[in-house]
T-cell receptor, first 112, second 112 residues
Framework: QQQVKQSPQSLIVQKGGIPIINCAYE??????FPWYQQFPGKGPALLIA?????SEKKEGRFTISFNKSAKQFSLHIMDSQPGDSATYFC???????????FGTGTRLKVLA | NAGVTQTPKFQVLKTGQSMTLQCAQD?????MYWYRQDPGMGLRLIYY???????DKGEVPNGYNVSRLNKREFSLRLESAAPSQTSVYFC???????????FGPGTRLTVT
């Protein structure tokens, strides 16, 4: 019940493509869903986050889609660029806790 | 404003040796965290400190101890290192509760 399942494990797209990364969870108590971006040799950094009272959130070229009934959420990267090549992690958190449960990560490569 | 700093950046230990990983933040955050990152397994929480003076176990606490020295500093100790502890260790901090976590640059630890 505490797991967050992330797919795919790796993804290669051409420049301008729209990579989509999916995450699924079981625990309906989760109420905060962030995505983190990590470049090689660096720590993860928050990219965008959503709460379950909205179905979509956009920040620049990054969009989270949230399906509460299916207990799934996904990250879409519009007009992807080589500079977006990184590892992306989804996560989930319950209210009243200080902890995230992270997905296993997706390594994205955007070809020039 | 350095954010979250970690020392050392790299370390090689022999089985059975001990060491302490240091973490400090200058953002006046209440909560601090230690994660380990292994290929294909994402980020797993080792210990966290919700506020100064408190520490709690995460998903994978065995073989580790922590100390919240003051509001700024949170250290992770390996008393008797094992090859299974070969990993990249990240410290993070947050203002408290659910919200953005800020990660340090990581410590790459190899235990032979």
């Amino acid at each position: 019940q505490q797991q967050v399942k992330q797919s795919p494990q790796s993804l290669i797209v051409q420049k301008g493509g729209i990579p989509i990364i999916n995450c699924a969870y079981e625990n309906t108590a989760f109420d905060y869903f962030p995505w983190y971006q990590q470049f090689p040799g660096k720590g993860p950094a928050l990219l965008i986050a959503i709460r379950p009272d909205v179905s979509e959130k956009k920040e620049g070229r990054f969009t989270i889609s949230f399906n509460k009934s299916a207990k799934q959420f996904s990250l879409h990267i519009m007009d992807s660029q080589p500079g977006d090549s990184a590892t992306y992690f989804c996560a989930a958190s319950r209210p009243g806790t200080y902890k995230y449960i992270f997905g296993t990560g997706t390594r994205l490569k955007v070809l020039a | 404003n350095a954010g979250v700093t970690q020392t050392p950046k790299f370390q090689v230990l022999k089985t059975g040796q001990s060491m302490t990983l240091q973490c400090a933040q200058d953002m006046n955050h209440n909560s601090m965290y230690w994660y380990r990152q292994d290929p294909g397994m994402g980020l797993r929480l080792i210990y966290y400190s919700a506020s100064e003076g408190t520490t709690d176990k995460g998903e994978v606490p065995n073989g580790y101890n922590v100390s919240r020295l003051n509001k700024r500093e949170f250290s992770l100790r390996l008393e008797s290192a094992a090859p299974s502890q070969t990993s990249v260790y990240f410290c993070a901090s947050s203002a408290g509760g659910v919200g953005e976590q800020y990660f340090g640059p990581g410590t790459r630890l190899t235990v032979t």
